[in-house]
């Protein structure tokens, strides 16, 4: 079975240390590749030509969504076909749009597990999008928004088409007494974007209160992970 290769462009060195180790303790990575700037990062790809790279949006030279464009419309980005996983804090409207828009595959958080992070690799390198639930509510608000207005809705065209996949346009509503208080809460929370530990913490309960929650809200929602619980939920109403 063939590795997936990887390569990181992370200029802050604990956390691509961090992230290197992680997936280094897995045998189905091979990291190809390190970088700590775009301009030596664009030069490694070109070298690797990695299944995926993980590309911070905050280097100090160029940003990660530059440095997507970059490679994406370039001749490195053709003829690897190396797919960009973004790594970022920033969760707001115009940092997830201006990613999409440059071509990123996934996007993730920084503060998220590296079990998490792993599992969206796995993803990215398999051909689908993986979009954390806050980002997935931005994308279906932004398209929801400018629904006759295809060049607005341009940068978000690649994740509201891996958004459908996951949740069928004509889905039945979800009825809302399916799930209980308690798991409504949880359920806001989660496609707030929040993890399982602030969801403890917001709601005064145990993390594995929390779990055994979230457990029962992918089974209601028949989902298979968090995100798609939360587009099914955006959906069909049940949060806003």
Known sequence: ????R????????LTRVGIRTALMQKSEFEVVGEAANAADGLKMLKASHPDIAIVDIGLPDKDGIELTK????SEVGNNSSTKVLILTLQDNKEAVLAAFAAGADS????DDTFENLLEAVR???????WIDPSIARIVLQQAKANPSQPDSNQAVDKAVVQ???ETSENQEAIDPYTLTERELEVLQLIVEGCSNAVIA????????TVKTHVRNILNKLCADDRTQAAVRALRSGLVG
């Not at 079975?1 to 997936?4: G, L, Q």
């Not at 970059?70 to 419309?73: A, G, M």
């Open 107 to 110: 996007y993730c958080m920084k």
């Open 70 to 73: 970059e490679l994406k419309s």
């Open 123 to 129: 993803v990215t390198y398999n051909g689908y999008a």
């Open 1 to 4: 079975m063939s590795k997936i």
């Open 163 to 165: 958004i459908a996949k």
């Open 6 to 13: 990887v390569a990181l462009i992370e200029d802050h060195d």
């Open 201 to 208: 913490e917001r709601l005064y309960i145990t993390v594995g």
